[in-house]
């Protein structure tokens, strides 16, 4: 997305809402998780049950028309249920000014606690993922829509430090902010299936980590590593996949390509050398995880590469950034409801021979 008006705006913060609240989320697992957070440390001001609500509030994405739509649609389906009661729209969509709500909802700011421990993951409902419509909670881990779903989230940063003028991130979950790793530590340990949520970790953060993983001999999983950073990381990241102690390792190609990186402003030989470590963390039996996104302009890319070496990959098609319902309502239809894969992707998929796993 190049050019999206987006701004700061007067928003409600949770604490002045009045009774309790239904909270539910159509957001990633960091919106989720900083739901969950709030909502562990404030079970009084919380209900998991509709009827019991004041106020339902909808954790939002923004990061392309689809998913605002499905947050939209997930507002509205609450709200024709229980038209009585206070809306909000919270999460990233809150941040987008330029994108309307419905008149019943207002924009609230992302609820969160630090260091808060989250005991209980029932607080905040997390909504069927919108891209597979097939969803069943009782699958596996590893069917798509699953992938992280069921592990502990624990928050070690929010934001992202760097500035790139053309990404949204530090509007919609505002400035950087980092835990302090050492004052994580208890919480670590305290759960299983420990998956680090970071919208960007940093070098400096996956350096601690690894220092506590090995500390205590306990391997964790995590997201969204940039491929700068994986570079950075190259030694640390292969001591504990050969250690045992890295589960899943997913770290954002969007391409490999190096024409259609640069067009993206993005690193080429960083992605390329990315892919070359999740290869190597593969062989140590790491499971590794990609995100690309399709329909890249005028661009006709060949992501049998990435099909051929990931174990799961996402795809997100181009969004211009503009919202406009109408359009959104159709690209759902083509992109989600006629269950055709995108041209790109079947292709991958053929010359790899693969399934899909979106
Ligand atoms: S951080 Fe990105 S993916 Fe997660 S909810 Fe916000 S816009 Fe969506």
Redesign the pocket.
């Known amino acids: 997305m190049d050019i999206v008006k987006i701004g700061v705006i007067k928003m409600k913060q949770i604490e002045e809402l009045v009774g309790k609240s239904y909270m539910t989320c159509s957001?990633?697992m960091?919106?989720w998780a900083d739901g969950l957070s709030w909502a562990n440390a404030h079970t009084e001001a919380v209900t998991t049950k509709l009827s019991e609500a004041d106020n339902i509030i909808v954790l939002?994405?923004?990061?392309t028309d689809l998913?605002v739509l499905s947050d939209l649609r997930t507002i509205e389906k609450y709200h024709s249920m229980f038209p009585e009661k206070n809306f909000f729209i919270s999460?990233?969509l809150a941040k987008r000014e330029d994108v309307s709500l419905p008149s019943f909802a207002e924009r609230l700011d992302t609820p969160r606690e630090n260091y808060q421990f989250i005991t209980n993951r029932r607080l905040v409902n997390f909504e069927k993922p919108f891209w597979t419509p097939e969803f069943s909670e009782q699958d596996s881990d590893k069917v798509d829509g699953h992938l992280f779903r069921d592990m502990y989230p624990l928050r070690i940063s929010k934001g992202c430090p760097k500035k790139c003028s053309y990404c949204?991130?530090r509007i919609?979950?505002g400035d950087f902010e980092k835990l302090e790793t050492s004052l994580l530590e208890k919480e670590f340990l305290k759960f299983d299936d420990i998956l680090l949520i970071a919208?960007s970790p940093t070098v400096s953060q996956i350096k601690q980590w690894y220092g506590i993983a090995l500390k205590h001999q306990k391997p964790f999983s995590i997201r969204n590593v940039e491929p700068s950073v994986t570079v950075a990381c190259r030694e640390e990241l292969n001591d504990l996949a050969d250690k045992g102690l890295l589960k899943v390792y997913h770290s954002p190609v969007q391409s490999s390509n190096p024409e259609v990186l640069l067009d993206m402003r993005r690193p080429v030989n960083a992605t390329l050398e990315t892919m070359a470590i999740a290869s190597e963390l593969k062989n140590k039996g790491v499971y590794i995880a990609t995100n690309i996104i399709i329909d890249y302009k005028n661009y006709s890319q060949d992501f049998s590469k990435i099909y051929a070496l990931y174990d799961y990959v996402s795809w997100n098609p181009l969004w211009d950034g503009v919202w406009n319902r109408d359009k959104a309502e159709k690209r759902f239809d083509l992109y989600i409801n006629s269950g055709i894969v995108p041209g790109e992707v079947e292709r991958a998929l053929v010359n790899c021979g693969k399934s899909l796993s979106k």
């Open positions: 957001a990633c960091s919106v939002s994405c923004q990061v998913a999460g990233c949204t991130i919609t979950r919208d």
